[in-house]
């Protein structure tokens, strides 16, 4: 039956018209036009029928359809093709990391003189006479010229009391107009004295003088701290791990966030993720935000207060955990116990020990600790207080950013831990006794302007802070992110961002802190529907103190809420949300 197309015919034709030539098959249309009965019947391997008669449209529309399919057919090959190259980059092995370039970095002018030697002379000739118009005969023997200010190096005659000179500093400033001076009486490792004039025209330092400068470039350690450039013009550069902690302070808009900033990137220039990890804690929300994503930050950059004290209590906690290491294998530091982990992995038997690994130094950096203070006092001061006693040998350095360091901020015992010092412009002698526990920081000029008082130093140092702008800071993020993607570095902020949420959960005493009637007291509570320290001390037969401080623990654990004055606190926890909480935490 000629009319009816059969599947099973239909099929084999097909294949069989895939392995014929053009010209075969244009020759079988033109034979088939004129007779409608084939010739010959050739079958296939398969023994059906290959010559069936088909009319002329059919035999073209597959004509046409099979030579539709042959580019197809390339194009899928060349698809093939351009695909296998791509596999190829994606098993290339992953690249070194690589510092960011200097060139992300703005230059400063270098060539520009902040005064001509000319006026600096006519200045150190009035200073001279109006000394002597008072009695003091000095001898001008140096004239140091900064970016912000110009020293004047005074040698008194025979029998004048420096504190006479002292004394004249209101004289001085009149008599040269200018806006306020700074009398170093005398200066360190000199006979002489020194009086710090304005210049009239300042001098940007910026950051990329200060690194290009071979004294960073050589300085030895990972967390290197490019601090700026001093009245001589040299450039300043400490180790934090020396320090060990920092305190930095002054009034608002005298340039503590950019100290930060220029601390932040110095670490950033020096130290790759490996070596170094951050802990940024900025309540102010828009100030350290912009560093989020680089490898070096151990979580995300802390904005809650809340979070930022499970923070330091996990930093507490990393604290003992390494000095237990220490003590496993015997060394007193963090540098001693990476030296023991490279001898261990150095032998090929011992290589493959996943568990013995190097550990980073880790920083603590606090934008305004003030307001953290007034959130959580307690839990804040505790942690910062053992960080500041105990972390220097584990390798954990706090540097702490606040306005004015007073009693209610920075108590006597944080201070004592915390040696090294910045103190900023501030408004009045006795904020800088509070920093410094000397007068000099009211008389500095602001945008930078500081005294650096290191740990070691007998006095502090007048520096010039570096400049760094926000578009700086964001090329050299946008590198970094860049650069942790290319070498192939696992960020696990998040992982760390859990545990510390583990820990806030937790509260801020640990389980093995607890008082042991915690559970038997939150029991007790959610039956009673209503909580108070009274009731404690009666159904458990303790003292108030320690009632006082069950109460605590179970308002941190979110048991019972804040306290209310003199009326109960209230029950924010059904039995079984207790039952939950034990189990996924205790």
């Not at 032998?347 to 920083?363: A, G, M, R, T």
Request: hydrophobic content about 40%; aromatic content about 6%; proline content about 5%.
């Amino acid at each position: 039956n000629t009319t009816r197309p059969s599947f099973m015919d239909d099929m084999p034709v097909k294949r069989a018209q895939k392995v014929r030539t053009t010209e075969e098959m244009t020759e079988s249309s033109f034979e088939d036009s004129f007779s409608v009965e084939p010739k010959v019947e050739p079958r296939n391997e398969e023994g059906y029928s290959v010559s069936k008669a088909v009319p002329v449209r059919e035999q073209q529309s597959r004509f046409v359809e099979t030579k539709k399919t042959e580019p197809q057919r390339e194009i899928s090959n060349r698809q093939t093709k351009q695909i296998q190259p791509k596999q190829e980059v994606m098993e290339q092995p992953k690249k070194p990391y690589c510092f960011p370039p200097i060139d992300l970095l703005k230059a400063g002018d270098r060539g520009r003189n902040v005064d001509n030697r000319a006026e600096l002379q006519a200045t150190a000739e009035k200073l001279q006479q109006t000394l002597e118009n008072f009695g003091v005969g000095v001898t001008i023997t140096d004239v140091s010229q900064g970016p912000s200010v110009t020293r004047y190096e005074l040698q008194p005659e025979q029998g004048v009391k420096v504190s006479k000179i002292v004394g004249l500093a209101d004289d001085i400033k009149l008599n040269l107009a200018a806006a306020d001076i700074r009398i170093e009486a005398p200066i360190p490792g000199k006979a002489a004295v020194g009086i710090e004039v304005p210049n009239k025209t300042n001098a940007i330092v910026t950051f990329r003088d200060l690194i290009e400068n071979e004294e960073f470039k050589k300085y030895p350690s990972d967390i290197a701290f490019a601090v700026g450039k001093d009245i001589g013009g040299k450039t300043i550069v400490t180790d934090i791990a020396k320090m060990p902690h920092l305190l930095i302070a002054g009034a608002t808009g005298s340039g503590k966030s950019v100290c930060i900033n220029t601390l932040i990137m110095s670490i950033l220039y020096k130290a790759k993720p490996s070596d170094v990890k951050l802990i940024m804690i900025d309540p102010k929300v828009v100030e350290l935000s912009t560093y989020n994503g680089i490898p070096h930050l151990l979580i995300p950059v802390v904005t809650d207060p809340k979070k930022a004290s499970s923070a330091l209590n996990w930093a507490v906690m990393e604290m003992t955990d390494r000095y237990k290491k220490f003590a496993e294998v015997n060394v007193r530091n963090l540098k001693g116990y990476n030296q023991k982990v490279e001898e261990v992995l150095a032998q090929e038997d011992i290589s493959e020990n996943s568990d013995l690994q190097k550990l980073p130094q880790i920083v603590i950096i606090v934008d305004e600790l003030a307001d953290l203070m007034m959130v959580a006092p307690g839990e804040v001061e505790d942690a910062i207080v053992r960080l500041s006693q105990l972390a220097r040998a584990a390798g954990i350095h706090l540097v702490i950013a606040t306005q004015r360091p007073s009693v209610n901020v920075i108590t006597g015992l944080i201070k004592a831990n915390v040696p090294s010092r910045i103190a900023f412009s501030v408004s009045s002698g006795v904020d800088s006794r509070t920093i410094l526990d000397m007068n000099g920081a009211e008389k500095l000029l602001g945008k930078g302007d500081m005294l650096f008082y290191p740990a070691g130093y007998q006095k502090p140092v007048r520096v010039q802070g570096a400049f760094i702008s926000d578009d700086e800071v964001m090329n050299v993020v946008e590198f970094l992110k860049e650069q942790a993607k290319e070498a192939g570095i696992r960020n696990n902020t998040s992982e760390m961002e859990q545990k510390i949420s583990h820990s806030m959960a937790n509260g801020s005493a640990s389980n093995s802190d607890r008082d042991e009637y915690f559970l038997d007291a939150a029991r007790f509570i959610i039956e009673k529907e209503k909580a108070s320290i009274g009731m404690l001390q009666r159904m458990f037969k303790i003292g108030f103190n320690r009632a006082a401080r069950i109460m605590e623990q179970l308002s941190e654990a979110g048991i019972v809420g804040p306290e209310e004055g003199t009326k109960p606190r209230k029950v924010t926890m059904s039995m079984e949300e207790l039952e939950q909480y034990i189990d996924e935490y205790l």
